[in-house]
């Protein structure tokens, strides 16, 4: 492969990353758009804990939020670290935001108390803050590595969210996200490597 190839290829996978992430982004918004329109009745479709219709939250709750305030807060999480996962392939990246999104769902539907509503982009923002700094240690590549130091040195604080405290905030969707993230680590980096 020539070097304007291998430029090329580099150009197309950021573009793809970025738009994939953009578009995520402006469906969260097109989706609380909907919502609020609708007088807030989506949000009866996030994750019910141990109720069988709470099973659809599984898969909507992370593209619904509890207002403006909460879709503004993951916005930028979500573009940055969205991006990050796609620009190290995005088969890769889509393959650990599945895993992401059906552990964390799954986690907080067994786990968290009963009668209770859990939705957010969160659990993707903590999944995919796990998932990259750990993902080095899986594929042995020092810029992964590199890359996963300085997330920690930066956001690493953000993972105290994954402990009870904070009332009206999901800790258990932090939690099972963050656990999605390291087993989707382990799981596709290491089967990207045999």
Do not use: C, K
Request: proline share 4%; no cysteine.
């Amino acid at each position: 492969m020539s070097p304007r190839g291998s430029q090329e290829d580099v150009g197309s996978t950021w573009a793809r990353a970025a738009v994939l992430s953009v578009g995520f982004v402006a469906l969260l918004w097109l989706v609380e758009v909907l919502d609020a329109v609708w007088s807030r009745n989506l949000e009866a479709y996030g994750v019910r804990p141990r109720d069988d219709e709470g099973l659809v939250g599984v898969a909507l709750a992370p593209v619904l939020h509890g207002g403006w305030d909460h879709l503004s807060g993951n916005t930028v999480p979500v573009l940055v670290l969205g991006f990050l996962v796609l620009v190290g392939g995005t088969g890769r990246g889509l393959a650990a935001t599945a895993v992401i999104w059906l552990v964390g769902g799954l986690g907080v539907w067994l786990t968290a108390p009963a009668y209770s509503i859990h939705l957010g982009a969160s659990v993707l923002v903590f999944g995919w803050l796990v998932y990259l700094m750990v993902r080095g240690a899986f594929t042995r590549s020092a810029g992964e590595i590199i890359l996963g130091i300085v997330l920690f040195l930066a956001y690493g604080g953000l993972l105290l969210g994954v402990l009870p405290g904070q009332p009206g905030v999901s800790w258990q969707g932090h939690l099972f996200g963050a656990v999605g993230g390291a087993l989707a680590a382990a799981w596709v980096d290491r089967r990207e490597r045999l």
